[in-house]
């Protein structure tokens, strides 16, 4: 029998969801350290429930991040944005600062280019935190550490709080964040608000902060040292920290926040392809007061087609595409999903598939269109088995491209890769956990970039990224992609809100309800991250009616590489 698996480190998730917060680059490190966390010893994902305590860390983290909505930093002084009054700083593998903000600056008196050795610390501390550092740099010690040291002006405690980084261009480096800071405006009402805490208690998180001692923190407020104890560990079970140096990070995570520029983005220079014609979207309302926007192209008066556009908000084909769409006698109506682009996004508690399908209904109506063909991407397939259940007269056929079916068992979301297997997993089991993941994942899409986002996610299906690098098929991704992610705009909401209505609701009946009634042509790739072979022969047998195709060496963008075969089969004859 083998070992049981350790119990998982919940204190480390939660120092995880906040790093997150302040940084999304670190998004991949939660994921990995979160399934530890959801997955009981005897394995199987879904088996763990969420406790409460975490659902809070996870809506304050939330809440944090809503800061950092705006942020588009670039280059090693981006690692440093997102601290203002706390002095941080970046340190090579030799030692030396190479980048560091204003309050370092005028805190410790450094300048870059310089050695640590000009930092105002005890000698013998110095050379403690300069071989961490190197260490770190040079992958030794821990990727994350927090470092007390005395200063050499006053004999008081400093924190260094130190995590390895990776510059572009530069190589490992760490970057460290100190406790030398002035204590932000607002922040008590921040701490008060956030945790509940009473004045009082938040004077000794400061104190605590500043790294004095119960001892001390009595003798300065003219306390007993019980008394102080007693409030220490009022704060713990507040903030649900589990001990003063958990409580110490939580707070400087909280203060990097509170001194976030909140700036908007800058729109970013138009880098649109010529060969991509503009398209105007069209705009309705419904009878509740929600924008509806869709977009068409294509022979203005072909036979239509209803293109379902998918997660990551694909509403352009490539220019090539498009072209024999209208040579072909096909007019491609694209509805724009709800909270995607300026369509308005359904509420929390109404009915979402039925009104997701009244949205494709009233696009079709003000189109003209009695009856079409449905074509999705993804987990858009979703909309149309549910378009097709609740109107079957309007729906000729359903071809979904990489369609996310229902699944039943839970290895088949173990098999999926990384970032699939969470956001569905995720949806499925842990729903309240999903728009803070989602929602990081958005911004660091900002940050790596539209490219860098889908090599990060897609980067182990070679196919998929040659779909995407492919010059004929790539202007449909940078332009089509703007109504989920743009500089004004992030879908991660309306992302959320389809994954976890897709994930929970019963709709295997709806779609085996249309067997006879309406042909489904399922069109995988061989090489999809979410539904590798072992769990396409599960589906083929749980669907033995559906029109199987399974192209080779390609995964979920399988649509776009197929494009002009499904142009040639929806076209008049």
């Known amino acids: 029998m083998s070992a049981p698996k350790p119990p998982p480190n919940r204190e480390d998730v939660i120092d995880r969801i906040y790093d997150v917060a302040l940084d999304p680059t670190r998004l991949e490190d939660l994921l990995d350290r979160w399934e530890s966390l959801v997955t009981p010893p005897e394995g199987g994902i879904g088996q763990n429930g969420l406790d409460d305590g975490m659902a809070r860390h996870i809506a304050r983290a939330s809440q944090m991040m809503e800061r950092l909505q705006h942020e588009q930093p670039s280059g090693s002084a981006a690692l440093l944005l997102p601290f203002d009054k706390v002095a941080a700083l970046l340190i090579d593998d030799t030692g030396r600062i190479t980048e560091l903000n204003g309050a370092a600056r005028t805190v410790l008196g450094a300048a870059p280019g310089d050695a640590l050795t000009v930092l105002r610390i005890d000698v013998d501390d110095l050379a403690e935190l300069s071989r961490r550092a190197r260490e770190m740099c040079l992958g030794g010690e821990q990727p994350e550490q927090v470092i007390r040291v005395r200063s050499a002006e006053d004999n008081r405690f400093i924190l260094f709080h130190m995590r390895r980084c990776y510059v572009p261009e530069a190589g490992p480096h760490v970057l460290a964040a100190t406790s030398e800071t002035a204590w932000p405006d607002g922040f008590d009402d921040l701490l008060k608000g956030s945790f509940g805490l009473t004045s009082a208690e938040v004077d000794v998180v400061r104190q605590i902060v500043e790294c004095q001692s119960v001892k001390d923190i009595a003798e300065a407020r003219g306390r007993s040292v019980d008394t102080v104890r007693v409030q220490v560990k009022s704060i ?34 138009a880098t649109r392809t010529l060969s991509l014609e503009p398209r105007p979207f069209q705009t309705l309302w419904t009878a509740t007061g929600r924008r509806l926007d869709y977009v068409t192209f294509g022979d203005p008066a072909g036979r239509p087609l209803l293109y379902l556009h998918g997660a990551y908000g694909l509403c352009r084909w490539s220019p090539a595409a498009e072209q ?15 909270g995607y682009g300026a369509t308005d996004l359904v509420p929390r508690d109404a009915d979402y598939a039925h009104m997701q399908t009244a949205d494709l209904i009233q696009v079709m ?19 149309a088995v549910w378009l097709a259940h609740f109107h079957p007269t309007r729906v000729s056929h359903i071809l979904g ?48 970039g539209k490219r860098g986002f889908i090599h990060a996610v897609h980067g182990d299906v070679p196919g998929d990224v040659a779909v995407f690098e492919n010059p004929d098929i790539f202007p449909a991704f940078e ?14 909401d309306a992302f959320s809100q389809q994954a976890i209505a897709h994930q929970t609701s019963d709709w295997r009946s709806a779609l085996e309800g249309l067997e006879s009634k309406v042909p489904v042509i399922a069109l995988f790739g061989d090489d999809d991250p979410e539904m590798p072979p072992e769990t396409l022969a599960e589906l083929q047998s749980d669907y033995p009616w559906l029109d199987w195709r399974i192209k080779p060496n390609v995964g979920q963008l399988v649509l776009f590489r197929y494009l002009f075969d499904i142009i040639d089969e929806f076209a008049p004859a």
């Open 236 to 269: 713990l079970s507040k903030t649900e920290a589990h001990s003063q140096s958990e409580l110490v990070r939580l707070a400087l995570s909280l203060m990097d926040m509170a001194t976030v520029d909140q700036t908007a983005m800058p729109e970013r220079p």
């Open 365 to 383: 109506d003000a189109e003209g269109v009695t009856r079409a063909p449905v074509v999705t991407m993804g987990s858009d397939i979703y909309f």
């Open 324 to 338: 024999r769409a209208a040579q072909k006698g096909l007019r491609v109506i694209v509805p724009i999903r709800a």
């Open 479 to 492: 332009f089509g992609t703007d109504i989920a992610l743009s500089a004004t705009h992030a879908a991660h």
């Open 401 to 448: 491209g990489g369609p996310s079916l229902p699944l039943t068992r839970p290895e088949q979301f173990e098999r999926m890769e990384k970032w699939h297997r969470f956001v569905n997993a995720g949806a499925r089991y842990t729903p309240k956990v999903l728009p803070f993941i989602v929602k990081a994942g958005f911004l660091l899409a900002r940050r790596l």
